[in-house]
T-cell receptor
Framework: KAGVTQTPRYLIKTRGQQVTLSCSPI?????VSWYQQTPGQGLQFLFE???????NKGNFPGRFSGRQFSNSRSEMNVSTLELGDSALYLC???????????????FGSGTQLSVL | GQQVMQIPQYQHVQEGEDFTTYCNSS?????IQWYKQRPGGHPVFLIQ?????EVKKQKRLTFQFGEAKKNSSLHITATQTTDVGTYFC??????????FGKGTHLIIQP
């Protein structure tokens, strides 16, 4: 089984621009969650999608948005980039169905975003 | 909302010493998972604990879930250089989203 694929691997943008990141989950997984990872803050939850619906959302400003397609692939978008948005963005897929999960997360390699 | 606190943030040990990281929640957890992230890598699932007081072992790693299901620990016996990385606890239950602790960075000095 192919793992979770994230593209692009690296991205350099300037302040004020917008960016779209892509995540293809493991085949059969319908839950995709996104995380921002910075050295001081660990893994911060952005949002989770299940069957094209946003099921949970973390405490991030509205500049951060996402969506999920019918094939479970997901994208996240960050508009009006700020220097503080520089981070590793990780997505994870799981076989999670309901709200309480016993399913493990499978992570992609992440997209390293640098905002200049 | 559900918060998962993890301590310590950093732990320096000599190779061969033991290491323990703790995860504490303000609310009762339905389950807890542990992940390891090697430097430059992505988090990888280690184990899941579900039952109150549960203890699981993987070679030199021992995982424990508290009786009240509000805390958990990961203990590594006789650390090796391959144990270097960041260890995260994770709770995926509840309406507040999918919560990771901030992680414990394990640094091993040979």
């Amino acid at each position: 089984k192919a793992g979770v694929t994230q593209t692009p691997r690296y991205l350099i943008k300037t302040r004020g621009q917008q960016v779209t990141l892509s995540c293809s989950p493991i085949s059969g997984h319908r839950s995709v969650s996104w995380y921002q990872q910075t050295p001081g803050q660990g893994l911060q939850f952005l949002f989770e999608y299940f069957s094209e619906t946003q099921r949970n959302k973390g405490n991030f400003p509205g500049r951060f948005s996402g969506r999920q397609f019918s094939n479970s692939r997901s994208e996240m978008n960050v508009s009006t980039l700020e220097l503080g948005d520089s981070a590793l963005y990780l997505c994870a897929s799981s076989a999670r169905q309901g709200r309480i999960t016993n399913e493990k997360l499978f992570f992609g390699s992440g997209t390293q975003l640098s905002v200049l | 909302g559900q918060q998962v606190m993890q301590i310590p943030q950093y732990q320096h040990v000599q190779e061969g010493e033991d290491f323990t990281t703790y995860c504490n929640s303000s609310t009762t957890l339905s389950n807890i998972q542990w992940y390891k992230q090697r430097p430059g890598g992505h988090p990888v699932f280690l184990i899941q604990l579900v039952k109150s007081g549960e203890v699981k072992k993987q070679k030199r790693l021992t995982f424990q879930f508290g009786e009240a299901k509000k805390n958990s620990s990961l203990h590594i016996t006789a650390t090796q250089t391959t144990d270097v990385g960041t260890y995260f606890c994770y709770s995926g239950g509840g309406a507040d989203g999918l919560t990771f602790g901030k992680g414990t960075h394990l640094i091993i000095q040979p």
